[in-house]
């Protein structure tokens, strides 16, 4: 199984003020053939499912706010957020897709400061 | 708009079995699988498996296997997701989930999601 490991379990962030999360998976989930990174990031707000923010790594959803970015590639991503706003508080999970078992970083819970 | 709709929370003995279901509309549903997640209370996602909506074909997690059954009636466009010998370890909501896109395929990232059912497991 490839496993995902997020880094900070949690962060605390003013207004305004950039937050960075890593993600590092135990095999590259660049797929050859079509050149494209499998890995996905999620927002998860308290009693609700995530929800899909950036797709291949770096491809934001459709309405996510610009804020928010995805890079990396081969094993090392990251999810940057320029410049947090109250609604953001969330906990961010990142997923891989190259491979089954499907499997999900632990999360990082993002708190305002 | 595409929607999963999930069946509501459910309250198990240990050892018994609970069916939850994830009634989809706003796109044919034998375009596309569904998968299941689950999640323990205060912990991350765990994948469970895969069912096609086309045939049935499923891919389970090895965790799980021999334990679920995903199963799926296209008639009312509704996938459904069997757990068995539930012990406390099994409490969590289970979610469905659609991947983004057009296309059809296990690997993929989940794009539409069901509101989450809770099973609660306790004597």
């Known amino acids: 199984d490839i496993v995902m490991t997020q880094s900070p379990d949690s962060l605390a962030v003013s207004l305004g003020e950039g937050a960075t999360i890593n993600c590092k998976s135990s095999?590259?989930?660049?797929?050859?053939?079509?050149?494209?990174?499998?890995l996905a990031w999620y927002q998860q707000k308290p009693g609700q499912p995530p929800k899909l923010l950036i797709d291949?790594?770096?491809t934001r959803e459709s309405g996510v706010p610009d804020r928010f970015s995805g890079s990396g590639s081969g094993t090392d991503f990251t999810l940057a957020i320029s410049s947090l706003q109250a609604e953001d508080v969330a906990v961010y999970y990142c997923?891989?897709?190259?491979?089954?078992?499907?499997?999900f970083g632990g999360g990082t819970k993002v708190e305002i400061k | 708009q595409f929607q999963l709709e999930q069946s509501g929370a459910e309250l198990r003995k240990p050892g018994a079995s609970v069916k939850v279901s994830c009634k989809t509309s706003?796109?044919?549903?034998?375009?596309?699988?569904i998968t299941w997640v689950r999640q323990a209370p205060g912990q991350g996602l765990e994948w469970m498996g895969w069912?096609?909506?086309?045939?049935?074909?499923?891919r389970y997690a090895e965790k799980f296997q021999g334990r679920v059954t995903m199963t799926t009636d296209t008639s009312t466009s509704t996938a459904y997701m069997e757990l068995r010998s539930l012990t406390s370890d099994d409490t969590a909501v289970y979610f469905c989930?659609?991947?983004?896109?057009?296309?059809?395929?296990?690997?993929?990232?989940?794009?539409?999601w069901g509101q989450g059912t809770l099973v609660t497991v306790s004597s």
């Open positions: 989930a659609r991947r983004p896109d057009s296309k059809y395929g296990v690997v993929s990232s989940l794009g539409y």
């Open positions: 706003g796109y044919t549903f034998t375009n596309h699988g």
């Open positions: 069912i096609s909506g086309y045939n049935g074909n499923t």
């Open positions: 095999q590259s989930i660049l797929y050859t053939p079509n050149n494209k990174n499998h």
């Open positions: 291949w790594a770096s």
């Open positions: 997923q891989q897709y190259y491979d089954t078992p499907l499997t």
